[in-house]
């Protein structure tokens, strides 16, 4: 009857015929060899009803229990009674005798001789190699070991639409090409990749990128937003919109500095010491009164130079913020001479209060 759905592979595609034993028959023997062409076929008949016996004219029933006919038994016919000398001998497989098929036992097969194969590549197929494990065969070595999960014992290659992932076996590497991502998260929110030239890790997603240690947070990174440093759990380190923020001494083994912002000079003058500490005014074509400072930090300090024009004396009044020794009157006037420098050294005591000394005519 016609098969109903994909053709089945089968071990012979025309039938083969079996190599005469007669000249064996001696009537005690009862086992011989089943070769085609002088040589054990590939794959070898798994049961007895795929092939057709015959001897001295008589059809042999085929038995796989042993107790009539002949069965099959490692590559050997084994007949039930022993032919006797004299006796023709007829036998072939039959075409289409398959290894896939329902109801029947399967071989085991091997790595060299895998039980479902192909006809011009017998040793690259599946074989059975323990209890509940079948693994494939490539020209005779195994490469993919199916279980309770699947094992690929050789170089495995990802294909993508432009880019690969290859996982090396002699490398012991997962290899990525270029710009092939690692995407983690369900809208692919984590992406690591190397584009040719430059290396990302790119937090493409909601959320923040977590550097973490063992039950402890190591760094936190915000999209459009801050970027955090912790030790032992805990935040030391943070950037804003105008800078940073320490939390907790900090050591410089080198030389620190601070560069001076220039500050076009104009009748009033309002620092913001946010955005630095050190500052340079001039030149000084006029009275300048400063302002009160924005952004008061206790602690924060610096110095701000003044330098007069080639006319000299410009006056400076001062903020309500601003203190120095003597008062306004006394501490807080500058030199007079043309292209003279004055520096004003400055400590922040509260968001209302500056100690300030200047220092007069200072070689620049």
Known sequence: MPYIGNDLQVAFPTYKIIDDISSGFNGSTTSFALQVGGAAPSPLPINSQQCLISVNGTVQEPDDTGSAGFK????????????????????????????????????????????????????????????????????????????????FNSDVTLTGAANNVVWD????????????????????????????SNSYIDDAGTGSLIIGGTGEVLAKFTDDGSAELYHNNVKTFETSATGCAVTGDIAVSGAASC??????????????????????????????????????????????????????SRAASWGSY???????????????????????????????????????????
């Open 72 to 151: 099959l038994s490692a590559g050997n016919i084994v007949f039930s009674s022993a032919p006797t000398n004299g006796h023709a001998f007829f036998g072939v497989i039959l075409a289409g005798a398959d290894y896939v098929t329902a109801g029947s036992s399967h071989p085991d097969g091997s790595v060299s001789a895998p039980s479902i194969t192909f006809e011009d590549d017998k040793n690259t197929g599946f074989f059975r190699s323990s209890s509940g494990t079948t693994q494939y065969a490539s020209d005779g070595t195994s490469t993919l070991t199916l279980a309770a999960g699947a094992t």
């Open 322 to 364: 601003w203190h120095f020794p003597g008062g306004d009157s006394t501490g807080g006037v500058l030199s007079t001479a043309a292209n003279s420098v004055d520096i004003l050294a400055y400590t922040v005591l509260s968001a209302s209060s500056i100690a300030c000394v200047i220092h007069k005519a200072i070689a620049d």
């Open 169 to 196: 076996k002699s490398d012991n590497a997962l290899e990525f090409a270029d710009s092939a991502k690692a995407t983690f998260g369900a809208g692919a929110d984590l992406q690591i990749y190397h584009d040719g």
């Open 259 to 312: 560069a001076f912002a220039s500050i076009s000079y104009a009748a009033t003058v309002t620092l913001n010491l946010d955005n630095n500490n050190n500052f340079t005014i001039g030149n000084l074509t006029g009275a300048i009164t400063m302002a009160n400072p924005s952004a008061m930090t206790p602690g924060a300090g610096g110095v701000i130079k003044f330098v007069q024009d080639g006319t000299g």
